[in-house]
């Protein structure tokens, strides 16, 4: 057997061979998550409603959003909301919408009703509960559009559970228009 068809040789030929093959192979870097920050100005009707009291009313409020890569929503609005005395809401929410021109979404929010108020007593309650309505709830956006730099909603639905122990506060929301922009 000749020294050159050494099976070994071979081998280890093949190998120095594709050591010395330049290579442009190179790491991929992950795509930067891309955030797109707005400012929406909101106008609906809220309302939270227990067996001690009633709050909320209808007005609008400003709010601002964060959109990861067109697909989750992190959101914060306040509102003033009249009808029922004077009232305030701050909600918080998270949730995702679809990509795309419609982009309907659901979000989990919190929902913080505070201000004036209707008070009822009741054997539960003797006396008249002092701090600001709370509710966990969701909030849907059927009717949702997204451009590059402006966002429409044209109707949303929220419904939420809170608690007036002992008790249960139930907490509605209908949006009926929100126009956001993109910064």
């Known amino acids: 057997m000749k020294l050159a068809q ?6 280890g030929a093949l190998a120095l061979g594709l050591l010395a093959v330049p290579t442009n192979a190179r790491a991929e870097e992950a795509p930067a998550s891309r955030h797109q920050l707005s400012v929406y100005a909101t106008a609906g009707a ?10 909320g009313g209808i007005g609008g409020g400003i709010g601002l959003r964060d ?45 913080t009703l505070f201000g004036d108020r209707l008070s009822f007593l009741t054997p539960g309650h003797p006396s008249r509960l002092t ?30 559970a809170g ?12 949006g009926l228009m929100e126009v956001g922009a993109t910064f």
Not at 91 to 105: D, F, L, S
Not at 163 to 174: F, T
């Open 6 to 11: 050494h099976p070994f040789l071979q081998t």
């Open 46 to 55: 809220q309302v939270y409603l227990s067996s001690a009291r009633t709050m």
């Open 163 to 174: 608690s007036d122990l002992p008790g249960l506060g139930l907490y509605y929301s209908v």
């Open 131 to 160: 701090g600001p309505g709370m509710a966990l709830g969701v909030s849907l956006a059927p009717v949702r559009f997204s451009l590059p730099s402006v966002q429409l909603s044209l109707l949303q639905l929220g419904v939420g």
């Open 67 to 111: 959109t990861l890569d067109e697909r989750f929503i992190l959101q914060a609005d306040l509102s003033y909301l009249s009808m029922l005395g004077n009232a305030a809401s701050l909600r918080v929410g998270a949730g995702i919408q679809r990509q795309g021109t419609w982009a309907p979404a659901a979000l989990l929010t919190v929902s």
